[in-house]
């Protein structure tokens, strides 16, 4: 970033810190300006939104970058799911005191924007062990508005199909060959129903991200939930109305799936003690299903309508305003080390979160492991059939208004296509004032 300063005449000490940040500079890392013998203390919010110790698993790493940097001492703080995290960091920048560093959901981007709330991290020096080309193409994307990178993809995701290898042999079927389509996933779960190898076919979450895990219905169906802008959403659609007609009718119509809504944080459990033969959700719950299961667990492409097709998820490393440039230099800082290929390497093999860096896929630690988890490859395949997640402006509110919606449509309180209609004409409401 450029720091120029006019007028006034430096002191030896402050020439000396200022070449010593040139030589930390030159070796790819940020000068940070400090007073001496004092660290840059930085605050930091994360959330967890997936099964699994994440929290004890943060915290680890936050420790050994400490150690690592003892002029940078970063303060962890878990903040809950998502949504609550955007709250308090709302909260935080209205009050003026922001935190350094924030995991936020990579479709916050628009809203931090719109409060004016973050800095792009293009206008830092990159170093060496930023390299936007070494991430996944379909995670970066979504860095980038107006020709600057805003944040850095962090703990990205992809829902993906978990199976019960057991179940499925089971039911007569190969366990090495999954449901590559709706029609397949009805007749199959119907089969280990009929064969009592599970007490459902399949569960699909509806009580949290519905509008997610939706998307890719409507994806697959051959349309999107975004539309030509961050002002614009396509949800009263045929595609779409298809999809959620199809989602309406495992319940209803087919029966292989609970007549309810079906709460996100309990379906890894459902499917783990057995209780259901398939399972859509996050790749971010992976190593928690696996070591949990006492079956073989299987991964694959979400099934497809028309074509295979998902959504991005998860969340990305935010830089803010409005905090010193001490701050600000030594949360770059940070951030690199965080999202570096060994650390996101580290992370994905602890939680199952899709490693954001293509070198990472290639190390030897993360080759090792498939030998052992092969289901950790899934999400990275299906990153060729991947979409933007739904996200615009006041994204927050529009994924509210989806998830009502849908939850409507599953608890029978509206059809299908007065529901999609229905949140057309709310979320229209809500961004008539950015068009």
Do not use: C
Not at 68 to 76: E, G, H, L, R, T
Not at 97 to 106: G, R, T
Not at 229 to 257: I, Q
């Amino acid at each position: 970033m450029d720091r120029k300063r006019s007028g006034g005449t430096m002191s030896r000490r402050t020439i000396a810190k200022l070449a010593a940040g040139a030589a930390t500079a030159a070796l790819g890392m940020p000068a940070v300006i400090r007073a001496q013998g004092s660290a840059v203390k930085l605050s930091f919010f994360y959330p967890v939104s997936v099964a699994g110790p994440l929290a004890k698993i943060m915290q680890g790493m936050v420790d050994d970058f400490n150690k690592a940097n003892p002029d940078i001492q970063v303060n962890a703080s878990f903040t809950g799911s998502y949504q609550d995290t955007t709250t308090k960091v709302q909260t935080a920048v209205n009050g003026k005191n922001p935190p350094d560093v924030a995991v936020l959901l990579a479709t916050d981007l628009q809203t931090m924007l719109d409060l004016k709330a973050i800095v792009p991290v293009s206008d830092f020096t990159p170093g060496p062990e930023f390299d936007p080309k070494d991430f996944q193409p379909a995670f970066f994307q979504d860095t980038q508005i107006d020709g600057k990178t805003w944040n850095v993809p962090f703990q990205r995701s992809t829902p993906i199909l978990y199976y019960n290898k057991d179940a499925l042999k089971a039911a007569g079927g190969d366990p090495d060959k999954p449901p590559q389509t709706w029609e397949e996933l009805v007749a199959t779960s119907k089969k280990t129903m009929g064969a009592s190898s599970a007490k459902w076919g399949v569960e699909f979450p509806t009580s949290q991200f519905a509008y997610w895990q939706f998307q890719a219905l409507v994806i697959e169906s051959g349309s999107d939930l975004n539309g030509e802008d961050h002002a614009h959403f396509t949800f009263d659609t045929p595609e779409a109305t298809e999809a959620l007609t199809w989602l309406v009718g495992l319940s209803k119509t087919e029966k292989v799936m609970p007549d309810s809504v079906i709460d996100w944080s309990a379906a890894p459990t459902d499917f783990s003690g057995g209780t259901t033969a398939f399972l859509y959700h996050s790749t971010g719950s992976l190593r928690s299903i696996l070591s949990q299961a006492k079956f073989e667990v299987g991964t694959a492409f979400l099934p497809k309508n028309k074509q295979f097709g998902t959504p991005t998820g998860g969340g990305s490393m935010y830089l803010f305003k409005d905090r010193p440039q001490a701050n600000q230099e030594a949360a770059w800082t940070f951030i690199r080390w965080m999202t570096a290929p060994a650390q996101a390497t580290r992370w994905s093999l602890a939680t199952g979160y899709v490693p954001v860096r293509i070198s990472s896929t290639k190390s030897k630690e993360w080759l090792d492991s498939l030998k052992e988890t092969p289901q950790a490859n899934t999400a990275i395949e299906q990153l060729q059939y991947a979409k933007p997640e739904l996200t615009g402006h006041q994204s927050g509110q529009i994924q509210k208004i989806m998830d009502d919606n849908i939850q409507a449509a599953v608890s029978g309180q509206k059809q299908p296509a007065d529901a999609l209609k229905n949140a057309q004409q709310q979320a229209d409401a809500i961004l008539k004032q950015f068009r």
